[in-house]
């Protein structure tokens, strides 16, 4: 008898387990992001007492720099190879990530070198131009591990992809501790993320050694094919970096140095937040991106528990905002730090609208849509623009937070109503904004109750959850995914 050959491997992303396995890898991105966050957090203080403010000062300069190239070269490769690897097999697959590749190396090898470049038409000296040297080596071997792990964020396989950025922050934390141990100059910190990066690149590597290949391709017909594809989408990121953060420089113009500081410690807070929607949220989209291509109902379908999850995490972070507004500045600030509160609870909201928006731009990028993507984008930068010019000389700090606050939520109307007029399936859920609304309303009410701030920040989030359950606003499919219990249809 023949014997019959094996079974070719499930496409986890047609199975019906993708939903529950996508959850679940967002919940642990988000985790491992917040655990990355407090691994870093921790070595500041070592650092500052170590080096002293002034070379502090030097060393977050050009690591600012570096991470700014970071940005501005990715232009949307990562999210479009994350989409095309999801709908595209064999020889594609390899061709699609060998120009990935190519075009990441070329791209962040350039700019590094104009980085570099910088640093020497505007005077640094010796040790700044040699740091902004390591930390372009570092970024260029970041850039490469991100684009590898590429094929680990398509196949949901997001605990590896969590793993490895742990294990390049772990050991970064390690090193820098080492050095402050052995009493070191400011030269090496700048190295310390090369071997970090290394490492992290070597894990995502074997990991994807059957799925991936490593050598780069340098053809111009294929690079100007994803990048014709992605140009519009890559504008649009730029055009969302500049929105949300051009208000800081308008009050650095219009204001005082007082009102820019105050503005400056929530937005600061901010700046780290925002990337949690977009990890956890993006941990479904190779999910929408399959359904795009295969099931307009799926993809309907999805599309609206992404956003009922969208309403209800926006929701959670707004009540922990706004009730723990005064503790949280207060350990940023001290007391000095207090009219800082008003500007964080106004700008609170925007974490919904963030949510939201982000949810609703996965959808969009799963369609191609990138032009729509880069339109409600200039919306946002027009409205933050014209109100922070209009509202910050005579409301300072506030005024600047209502400005952005705005333009975060007119970013989210616009990708909403895009969406909806692209995908006429869509039939979002008015119960659960419902639901959510009075949720956050039962956890703001205890702001009337005289308790410590721990005590509220505890508080009102168990009142917003427990309104939620009350009124059976969670999806069926988060609480199933996340207690690992059989999928409901």
Not at 127 to 134: C, D, F, H, K, S
Not at 387 to 398: I, Q, R
Not at 428 to 449: D, F
Request: charged letters at 15%; aromatic letters at 6%.
């Amino acid at each position: 008898m023949t014997a019959q050959p094996p079974d070719p491997p499930r496409d986890v992303l047609d199975t019906t387990e993708a939903g529950a396995t996508a959850i679940r890898g967002g919940a642990v991105r988000g985790l491992g992001y917040a655990f990355g966050l407090l691994l870093s957090a921790a070595t500041v203080p070592l650092v500052v007492r170590h080096l002293g403010l002034e070379d502090f000062g030097r060393f977050v300069l050009v690591s600012a720099l570096i991470t700014l190239v970071g940005g501005l070269t990715d232009v949307g490769l990562q999210a479009v190879g994350i989409r095309e690897f999801s709908t595209r097999a064999g020889a594609e697959r390899d061709r699609l990530m060998r120009n990935l590749l190519g075009v990441r190396l070329a791209l962040t090898g350039g700019g590094v070198l104009l980085a570099l470049a910088f640093t020497v038409i505007a005077g640094y000296d010796r040790t700044l131009v040699l740091g902004a040297a390591l930390a372009g080596v570092a970024l260029l071997i970041q850039s490469v591990q991100s684009l590898l792990a590429v094929p680990l964020a398509a196949e949901l396989r997001l605990g590896w992809v969590t793993i490895a950025e742990l294990l390049r922050q772990t050991l970064t934390v390690v090193l820098t501790v080492a050095l402050v141990v052995a009493g070191s100059e400011l030269l090496p910190f700048f190295a310390v993320a090369i071997p970090a990066a290394l490492a992290a690149a070597v894990l995502t590597a074997v990991l994807v050694r059957d799925v991936a290949p490593f050598r780069p391709a340098f053809q111009a017909r294929e690079w100007w094919v994803l990048l014709r594809d992605t140009l519009a989408f890559a504008i649009a990121i730029a055009v969302n970096i500049a929105y949300f953060r051009i208000a800081i420089v308008i009050m650095s113009l219009l204001t005082t140095e007082l009102e820019t500081g105050y503005f400056a410690a929530s937005f600061r807070l901010l700046e780290v937040i925002l990337p949690i929607p977009s990890l956890v949220i993006g941990a479904v989209f190779p999910i929408l991106a399959r359904a795009a291509r295969d099931d307009p109902t799926r993809l309907a379908y999805a599309t609206r528990r992404v956003l009922d999850v969208a309403l209800i995490a926006g929701g959670g972070l707004v009540v922990l905002l706004e009730v723990g507004a005064p503790l949280i500045i207060e350990v940023l600030a001290g007391d000095a730090g207090s009219p800082a509160v008003d500007v964080l609870r106004i700008q609170a909201p925007a974490l919904l609208a963030t949510a939201l928006a982000t949810a609703g731009g996965f959808a969009l990028l799963s369609l191609r849509r990138h032009r729509e993507i880069l339109l409600a984008n200039l919306v946002a930068l027009a409205i933050s623009v014209s109100l922070t010019l209009a509202l910050v000389p005579g409301l300072g700090a506030e005024g600047a937070a209502i400005a952005t606050t705005s333009a975060e939520w007119a970013l989210a109307v616009a990708v909403l109503v895009l969406l909806a007029r692209i995908m006429h399936q869509l039939d979002l859920s008015l119960r659960t904004a419902g639901a959510v609304a009075l949720g956050i309303a039962a956890g703001l009410a205890v702001l009337a109750i005289p308790a410590p701030d721990a005590v509220r920040i505890v508080l009102a989030p168990a009142l917003y959850l427990g309104v939620l359950v009350v009124l059976r606003s969670i999806p069926p499919e988060l609480t199933d995914a996340l207690l690992r219990r059989e999928a409901r249809a």
